[in-house]
């Protein structure tokens, strides 16, 4: 069983990274993003509480979160490993995974973090909103989500890092070389 958390920025390359990782280790991708996204899509009651959350350019909080994930991987027991993107954000969310993971006999065996600079990001962010137009990447609410993840999201680094756990990789190159890196750093755990 192999745990990722894959850790980073918005628009440092996570959801593009997290598929060649399923691809080359069978893992299953539990993307809180894309949780939120089915749940909103499908107008359920859930959905609609964290459309509004996300509308405001906030966190969706930790319960509603946890709750939805520790759901996806009750779905899938046969997987060999998952790849959490966009999740834990708070060292609460962190310590919850852990716990949950722990009952499970499982852990966390490493976290990824992509490094990006904030210039890189905005260039990203402003061509996936010209490919997907995604309603979360609009200039305001993006400037929302990067002041979250530097102000809030980043503090969980040293949660990991206390438990020997995290390893930095450079974001900023073509996609095959941040992979080639990413995979370097999984083989080594």
Do not use: W
């Not at 996204?37 to 969706?60: E, P, S, W």
């Not at 027991?77 to 499982?106: H, S």
């Not at 966390?108 to 990006?116: A, E, K, R, T």
């Amino acid at each position: 069983m192999l745990n990722l958390v894959i850790f980073g920025p918005p628009g440092a390359g996570k959801g593009t990274q997290s598929d060649k990782l399923i691809a080359k280790y069978q893992l299953c991708h539990l993307s809180t993003g894309d949780m939120f996204r089915l749940h909103i899509k499908n107008d359920t009651a859930l959905g609609l509480k964290v459309k509004q959350i996300l509308a405001d350019g906030m966190l969706v909080p930790d319960s509603i979160t946890i709750e939805m994930l520790e759901e996806e991987v009750q779905k899938n027991p046969e997987a060999k490993g998952y790849i959490f993107d966009g999740f834990p954000r708070t060292v609460p969310q962190a310590e919850a995974l852990d716990a949950f993971l722990a009952g499970k006999g499982q852990k966390i065996d490493l976290v990824l973090q992509l490094d990006v600079d904030q210039e890189a990001i905005e260039k990203r962010i402003a061509k996936r909103q010209e490919e997907s137009g995604r309603p979360d990447d609009s200039a305001d609410k993006l400037l929302k989500r990067i002041d979250e993840y530097f102000s809030k999201t980043i503090h969980v680094l040293p949660y990991y890092e206390g438990q020997g756990k995290v390893t930095k990789v450079n974001g900023i190159g073509e996609i095959e070389t941040i992979f080639t890196n990413i995979c370097a750093a999984i083989d080594a755990v």
